[in-house]
């Protein structure tokens, strides 16, 4: 009886991961989208109705090659969901350019665990290895997913980000836990069911989501300060009060507070949280707090830096950065230079 239940559920999952696949598809017609944004939506869902075949009760279970194929993809799940989530989620880890022996690395990598599981049929340490490095992973996830929450400005991103990525990234944790311990536990028919449930329950959440907060798979881009963009866009909502008290905050410059959040900005501007939020995204461009801050901390330090002699640590701490690495951090990605270099340039 259970494993009559265990397969029709398998199979409904399996279907609407078809299903989301199809409108992941449709979705990217049309747009610009980096290779992740193509691949990644796509993919994961061959990959989970991979795991539940591969998982199924099957008697006998899949062997040779279909086995192995199933092997490949369920094995590199957990890597797809860590590089799709960061992607979704991390605007730093999306907007960040890889250098080419990174690139070449992770191309490597992909070659030998498809030899691995392919060729070698998955048999040895790498296996345990595998899995190790994917709990590792989930767990990465998980923090920079909490870690990036407050600084959010995409309240439908938010959402999403607080359940939807966690409870994936908890099942393969727990999952990689079972594989790790070598209980047999993964050939319980309970476990078993449980597995498709879960499943189950997580492509119909993924597939709700989708139809009810399109902009929460949709990556906007970040607002970024450059000598051809030097301020925001569609910046004055008629009529805004709150779009008012914002600008006077500006214009006395207390975005050098150091160690500002979103919150603290809301009680100043004596707003709801998330009145602002949707200010600070929908008519200023940004995805995130920090994005915000630092598109006026790094306008003013360019300002000092061409006009004082002042240290570039001196100026980094009075623009409310804690150190001099995250000022030279954001300098950098939004000039394309240090600040020492691009002091040298304007003042040489």
């Known amino acids: 009886m259970l494993t009559s239940i265990d397969f029709f559920i398998r199979y409904a999952c399996i279907g609407q991961l078809f ?70 989620f991390d605007d730093n880890f999306r907007n960040s350019h890889w250098p080419s022996w990174s690139k070449l690395a992770v ?83 309970v476990f078993m069911l449980i597995t498709s449930i879960l499943c189950l329950v997580i492509s119909s959440a993924t597939v709700l989501m989708i139809f009810n907060h399109q902009t929460a798979f949709t990556l906007q881009p970040t607002h970024s300060l450059t000598a051809e963009n030097p301020e925001p866009q569609n910046a004055n909502p008629a009529g805004s009060a709150l779009y008012a008290r914002l600008q006077d905050f500006i214009a006395e410059q207390g975005y050098l507070q150091s160690e500002l959040s979103i919150t603290q900005l809301a009680q100043q501007l004596h707003c709801p949280e998330h009145h602002l939020r949707k200010l600070i995204n929908q008519h200023l461009g940004y995805t995130n707090f920090a994005a915000f801050l630092h598109h006026y901390r790094v306008a003013e330090a360019r300002k000092r830096l061409t006009e004082s002699d002042l240290p570039v640590l001196s100026i980094a701490l009075d623009l409310g950065y804690g150190s001099i690495a995250p000022f030279n951090r954001a300098f950098k990605d939004i000039t394309g230079e240090t600040p020492t270099a691009y002091r040298s340039s304007k003042q040489g």
């Not at 290779?35 to 199924?56: H, N, Q």
Request: aromatic share 12%; with cysteine.
């Open 19 to 88: 299903l989301l696949a199809i409108l992941f598809l449709q979705q990217s017609r049309g747009q610009k989208l980096a290779a992740i944004e193509r691949i990644a939506p796509i993919v994961l869902p061959i990959c989970f109705a991979a795991f539940l075949l591969l998982t199924a009760p099957f008697s006998p279970r899949p062997e040779g090659l279909t086995r192995n194929i199933l092997l490949v993809l369920t094995d590199a799940t957990p890597f797809f969901i860590w590089w799709y989530g960061l992607h979704l």
């Open 107 to 189: 191309g490597l990598l992909a070659l030998w665990h498809c030899y691995y599981f392919l060729v070698l049929d998955g048999f040895g340490p790498y296996h345990d290895l595998n899995h190790l490095v994917g709990l590792v992973l989930m767990l990465h996830l998980i923090v920079s997913v909490l870690r990036s929450w407050s600084d959010d400005l995409i309240e439908q991103r938010r959402h999403a980000r607080a359940w939807l990525v966690s409870l994936l990234a908890l099942y393969f944790v727990v999952l990689a836990l079972v594989e790790l311990s070598n209980s047999g536990l993964n050939r319980n028919h």
